[in-house]
């Protein structure tokens, strides 16, 4: 099962990379009809992020923030995500906030977490980064998780 990083929902509204941003909507697109899960970590960043990068009103980036929600079902941080985040932060594996996202999709039975703000292959438990970009396109691994999401 695939999930989705924040930054695909921020190239989704980003007017700036529209190869990035089509590319972006299609794989929002398709993990939707999947059925596949987002973290709610993702909801609250992506209003962050959008709220600093898109100009667009507080107002409307929290709508679309709350039609994320509306769209996907969601899995939630639990206790031992964290703990577990903490111990990969501290070692200096990932981020505190990437190990947590990781740790969590684990938990969720995520195999994959489309990504470019990771290295790609890197894993965590199971779950595999993978860069969903490649020139002006959808990567070759990003498309061949979503095949296999989508034919499982």
Excluded at 37 to 56: D, I, T, Y
Excluded at 75 to 91: D, Y
Excluded at 103 to 111: I, L, P, R, Y
Aim: glycine share 6%; aromatic share 8%; hydrophobic share 50%.
């Amino acid at each position: 099962m695939v999930t989705l990083d924040t930054n695909i929902f921020v190239y989704a509204i980003d007017e700036a990379e529209p190869e990035k941003s089509a590319v972006a909507t299609e794989l929002a697109d398709r993990v939707q009809r999947a059925g596949a899960p987002l973290a709610l970590q993702v909801c609250g960043e992506f209003f962050v992020a959008a709220s600093r990068r898109s100009g667009r009103a507080p107002w409307e980036v929290a709508q679309s923030a709350r039609n994320l929600l509306a769209a996907y079902p969601s899995f939630r941080t639990s206790r031992a995500a964290v703990e577990r985040a903490l111990a990969e932060a501290a070692a200096g594996r990932f981020s505190y906030w990437d190990a947590v996202l990781l740790a969590s999709a684990d938990e969720a039975g995520c195999t994959a977490l489309l990504t470019e703000d990771m290295a790609d292959g890197t894993r965590l438990g199971g779950v595999e980064v993978i860069h969903p970009f490649a020139g002006g396109a959808m990567s070759e691994r990003a498309e061949a998780a979503l095949a296999r999401m989508e034919t499982s």
